[in-house]
Structures are given as structure tokens and as C-alpha cells.
């Protein structure tokens, strides 16, 4: 079992907790993430890694109440524990001496981009974070985003805070040339940052969301077409070249558990 050392709420319905798994915590990088279960009848669901701390033995996840199996963990209080907590999993974001480097953000992954934008910078890149959410009330971490880049803009889909939409960052990209560019959050986000750096040829990662079951490669629930090339994500990814990805069939499979989704929450019983 792995005890829940902190709860904080950051958003409506975006919960963060430490864990306390030391083995993962010993080997987990950014860009990795752990499949979980909270109860012997529940569902495994990845979720990534937002911080780890070998000292302590914790590991960070945040995560949004978007179904049942997230509201059950959500559901979770200090000192309760989740049955299963597996990982490292996934290969870690490359991090490299790039130069300068754009990092963009949304949602309930400010976290997970929190943690690759401290190791950017511990490398030597200067960090360019842009940082969005659907409205001012769920825009998370956004001073520690600030203390660890060295430029941070805030976007927001309804203009609540900061830019509205994500066309500005055409601006951005027109008045700097940036080494590389990473994101991660939605994936029609992705998609947008993807198609939006293409033009100037800047490389860019992305940290894909297909749905996942095993996280090991044997399954293939997690498949996605990179180039003429089929990926499973659990473990040649989840980070890709955005510029390769068929973001349309990801998009299409995520989609395509919706009804049972739905039917799973209707008939959830709160525990
Ligand atoms: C590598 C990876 C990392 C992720 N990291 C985070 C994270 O840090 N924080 C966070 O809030 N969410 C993250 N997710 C999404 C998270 O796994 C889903 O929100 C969760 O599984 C939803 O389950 P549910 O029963 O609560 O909701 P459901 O109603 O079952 O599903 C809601 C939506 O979540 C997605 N989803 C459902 N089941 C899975 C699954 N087994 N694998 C992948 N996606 C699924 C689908 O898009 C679905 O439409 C990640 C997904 C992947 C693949
Ligand atoms: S989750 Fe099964 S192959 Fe990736």
C-alpha cells in the first residue's frame, strides 16, 4: 500500500498528493508517470508525475476529478492509501543544453510541466513557460512556474486571466527563435502548439494521453501513429515529435470509451 502523506486541493476539482513510494520516488524523471489502482475492484489509470523527492521517499501526482476512478482517489484523505502505484513508467523528457527553450502548459499538467521546466533549467536552457487553463480559477502553480523560468505568460480559453485563446503565441514565436519547444496538457492544445511551431521548424515534443491499460507495452490500447510508424505510447513514449503525431485518430481513440465512461459514472455509487 502506498500512504497518502498530503492532500491539497489547487483547483475545483484538481487534487495534488504526495505518495509515499520510495522506489519510485528513487528513479522517477519528468515525463514519466505511474498507472495506479485505488482498491482491489478499481480500474488501473495513469496518471503523470508532477515531482519526486528520493530524500523523503515521495512522489507528486495532480490530477483532475474528470470520471470514477479519479473521484474515488480524489475521494482519498492524509493517511489513507492507494493499493497499487506503479512506476517509473514511460521514458523520461529528454533534457538537454538546447538554449532557449519555450515550455507550454495546460490544465491539471502544470505539474508535470513544473517538473520538466526545473530540470530544463537546471541544464542550462533559458526557459520561456507559457502556462493556460480554461478560466482564472484553474490556473495552478503559477508562482512557482514564474520562480523557475525566466519569462512566464498566462493564458486563459475565456481572456479571465492573461491572454486569451492561444494566438498569441504566434507573436511569441515570430519574435524569438527557440531551440526547442515542449508541451503538454490537453491534447487539442498539443495539437495547436504542434501546428503552430511548424511553419518555423522548431522541434517539438509532446507528452501524449492515449488510453492506457497495462502501461507495458503488451496491450496496445495505447497505440498511435507516428510518422508511417505505429507507437505504443506506455513505452516507446509517451513523449513524440508533435510534428509527426496523427493527432486526429489519437483524439478519435480517446474518445471512444465516452458512452461507457458516462454509464460507469451514472451507476458510481461513491465508493
Ligand atoms: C500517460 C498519461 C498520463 C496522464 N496523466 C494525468 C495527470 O497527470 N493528471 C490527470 O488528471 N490525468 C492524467 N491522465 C488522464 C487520466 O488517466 C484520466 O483522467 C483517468 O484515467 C480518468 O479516469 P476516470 O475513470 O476518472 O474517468 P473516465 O470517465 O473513465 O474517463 C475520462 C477521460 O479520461 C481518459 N481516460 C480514461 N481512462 C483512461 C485510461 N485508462 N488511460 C488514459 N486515459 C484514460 C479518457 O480520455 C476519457 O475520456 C493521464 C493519462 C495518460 C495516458
Ligand atoms: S498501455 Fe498497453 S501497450 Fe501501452
Redesign the pocket.
Known amino acids: 500500500m502506498y500512504g497518502i502523506v498530503r492532500k491539497e486541493k489547487l483547483a475545483p476539482n484538481v487534487k495534488l498528493f504526495d505518495v509515499s513510494a520510495p522506489a519510485v520516488a528513487a528513479k522517477s524523471r519528468p515525463g514519466q ?1 505511474v498507472i495506479l489502482r485505488v482498491h482491489e475492484r478499481g ?1 488501473r ?4 508525475i508532477a515531482d519526486a523527492d528520493p530524500e523523503k521517499g515521495t512522489v507528486a ?4 476529478e ?6 474515488q482517489l480524489g475521494r482519498l484523505d492524509e493517511g489513507d492509501a492507494i493499493l497499487n502505484f506503479s512506476g517509473p513508467l ?1 521514458n523520461a523528457t529528454k533534457i538537454e543544453r538546447y538554449g532557449d527553450v519555450l515550455c507550454v502548459g495546460g490544465g ?2 502544470a505539474g ?1 510541466l513544473l517538473y520538466q521546466v526545473k530540470a530544463l533549467r537546471k541544464a542550462g536552457n533559458k526557459i520561456t513557460t507559457i502556462i493556460g487553463a480554461r478560466s482564472k480559477e484553474h490556473l495552478i502553480l503559477l508562482d512557482e512556474l514564474r520562480e523557475n523560468s525566466d519569462e512566464l505568460h498566462v493564458a486563459t480559453d475565456d481572456g479571465s486571466e492573461g491572454f486569451e485563446g492561444l494566438e498569441f503565441l504566434s507573436d511569441i514565436l515570430e519574435s524569438k527563435r527557440f531551440a526547442h519547444v515542449i508541451t503538454i496538457g490537453p491534447t487539442s492544445m498539443q495539437m495547436a502548439v504542434s501546428e503552430m511551431t511548424r511553419p518555423y521548424g522548431t522541434p517539438t515534443t509532446v507528452n501524449l ?5 497495462d502501461g507495458t507495452g503488451m496491450c496496445g490500447a495505447c497505440r498511435v501513429s507516428v510518422g508511417e510508424e505505429t507507437k505504443f505510447a506506455c513505452v516507446h513514449g ?1 513523449d513524440f515529435d508533435g510534428h509527426r503525431v496523427n493527432f486526429e485518430e489519437l483524439i478519435s481513440r ?2 471512444f ?2 458512452p461507457n ?1 458516462k454509464i ?2 451514472v451507476l458510481f455509487d461513491g465508493r
Open positions: 508517470f480500474e489509470f495513469p496518471i503523470t501526482i495532480i490530477f483532475a474528470v470520471g470514477k476512478s479519479s473521484k514511460g491539471v499538467m508535470a494521453f492515449p488510453i492506457m491499460v509517451p480517446m474518445r470509451y465516452n465512461e460507469a459514472m
